[in-house]
């Protein structure tokens, strides 16, 4: 996970963008200023981690992905990147929206990924073990062009969880703590494919009927995804025209240490999502205050040169004292796998 919690160490990735959007690779330590709660933190790590999905000249990789095991076996390599496409068919309208947004995801998936990046695609129904990853760019193309947008559709249905939606009524509100559900399934998922920087790119208008349940949903999902180091870039399909109500995902995002982008030009924000995955800083510091409280403790992070722009989690959520003794009791009582003859 982004935040390694252990005894001494947190550690969060940062990323820092010049006015294009473009990652600034030049700053040293002394540049940047960390608080947790407030309380100013030595930086005891510092690295920046660069990757462009290309292969080095001393790689001996096999690009093409044979099976499940194979992709994460790649996904757990340091020099490999990798993106989830969440696809949320319940908040994209059946036309307009559909259409454009699988018009720009086609040109974005056939050229923007480097040739050792992993790209895996899901919507709300999708289960965890149907995903399937891969560096095929006719294969993913040919994904992009069998989506569909269901907002407001409700017949045919697609499965019998749908059906038993119809049946509760309050379709609309069950939809989106469906989509919820996933993208936080969806985080998990990939965080335990790797330890370092995922990204979930999201097509969602937005989400609808959870406005008294939006603190707790929000507050969920966006810990799963901190603690699994996802960075969730949401993308408004509609782009501007017709006035906005805020989205969830905006501060989602924001939490997470993506972005958020609505905006005309879709291409432009599909392939920010890349560029701002190809560099970020890595820092580490030992808390001032070191506590077992299962609490949240927020993180800021700064930069002293100006104009320039700070992305990073929000904070993390420290383990308490229980979950850390439970945690040994159950590493003790695990058993070892039999040996591989």
């Given at each position: 996970p982004v935040f390694r919690t252990g005894a001494e160490l947190v550690r969060v990735d940062v990323a820092v963008l010049d006015s294009k959007g473009v990652p600034v690779p030049s700053l040293t330590a002394g540049d940047f200023e960390l608080q947790e709660d407030g309380v100013p933190q030595e930086i005891q790590t510092f690295q920046f981690v660069e990757n462009h999905g290309q292969v080095s000249s001393n790689d001996d990789v096999s690009l093409t992905i044979r099976s499940r095991s194979h992709a994460a076996a790649e996904a757990a390599k340091d020099n490999v990147r990798l993106f989830l496409i969440f696809w949320d068919e319940y908040h994209i309208g059946q036309l307009m929206s559909a259409n454009r947004a699988r018009a720009y995801l086609m040109q974005f998936v056939r050229t923007a990924f480097g040739p050792t990046d992993i790209v895996g695609f899901m919507d709300p129904l999708t289960p965890i073990d149907a995903i399937s990853f891969t560096r095929d760019r006719l294969e993913l193309a040919e994904h992009v062009r069998r989506l569909v947008g269901r907002s407001g559709v409700y017949l045919p249905t697609r499965s019998a969880v749908e059906d038993a939606h119809l049946q509760q009524g309050d379709v609309e509100r069950l939809r989106s703590e469906v989509t919820m559900s996933a993208v936080k399934s969806a985080a998990v998922h990939l965080g335990g494919m790797r330890d370092g920087r995922k990204s979930i790119i999201l097509i969602s208008e937005g989400l609808r009927g959870i406005q008294r349940d939006a603190t707790s949903l929000m507050t969920d999902l966006t810990r799963a995804a901190n603690d699994n180091n996802t960075a969730i870039y949401a993308i408004d399909p509609r782009g501007f025209g017709q006035s906005r109500f805020p989205s969830?995902?905006?501060?989602?995002?924001?939490?997470?240490?993506?972005?958020?982008?609505?905006?005309?030009?879709?291409?432009?924000?599909?392939?920010?999502?890349?560029?701002?995955?190809?560099?970020?800083?890595?820092l580490g510091y030992s808390p001032n205050d070191r506590r077992l409280d299962g609490r949240f403790h927020k993180i800021k992070v700064r930069v002293k040169p100006s104009g320039l722009e700070v992305r990073a989690r929000a904070g993390y959520w420290a383990p308490s004292a229980a979950e850390i003794d439970r945690a040994r009791t159950k590493a003790v009582e695990a058993e070892l796998p039999p040996d591989v003859i």
């Open positions: 969830l995902w905006e501060s989602i995002a924001a939490e997470t240490g993506g972005d958020y982008f609505r905006s005309n030009d879709l291409e432009q924000s599909f392939r920010k999502v890349v560029v701002q995955s190809s560099g970020f800083y890595l």
